[in-house]
């Protein structure tokens, strides 16, 4: 069994780190996926936009708090630019939303949960 827990949206190399998984599970070995597939480089779109404010509206304050900073209220979330994203991490979700298209060429996909991003394939 292979892991790939929160890492695989850090690389660009995607077709690369599937073909090694690949030929170093055994037949009938597993790759286990918790991963982020969402936009690449959280370019979301409007639809996401209005869903997510949308959802920001209705939740109670004490939800809303910035984890980092529990004084601060999140109001509204934002499109972040691709260079805003590159500058805090040049690897940030780089080409997460290939992700699951690639998983489904390089390995037989068993089970897909979208809630939390998990997902399980077999060789």
């Not at 809303?64 to 940030?92: G, Q």
Request: glycine letters at 6%; aromatic letters at 10%.
């Amino acid at each position: 069994m292979v892991f790939g827990v929160s890492s695989l949206h850090h690389f660009s190399e995607l077709e690369h780190i599937f073909e090694e998984v690949n030929q170093s599970l055994k037949p009938g070995g597993f790759l286990f996926v918790h991963e982020y597939v969402g936009p690449s480089r959280f370019q979301w779109t409007e639809r996401q936009l209005e869903a997510i404010n949308g959802m920001l509206k209705v939740l109670p304050r004490k939800y809303r708090r910035v984890v980092s900073d529990p004084s601060i209220l999140k109001e509204v979330e934002n499109r972040p630019t691709v260079k805003m994203v590159k500058d805090v991490d040049a690897s940030e979700a780089i080409r997460s939303e290939e992700i699951l298209p690639l998983l489904n060429k390089h390995f037989r996909v068993v089970t897909v949960k979208p809630f939390g991003g998990r997902f399980c394939m077999r060789c």
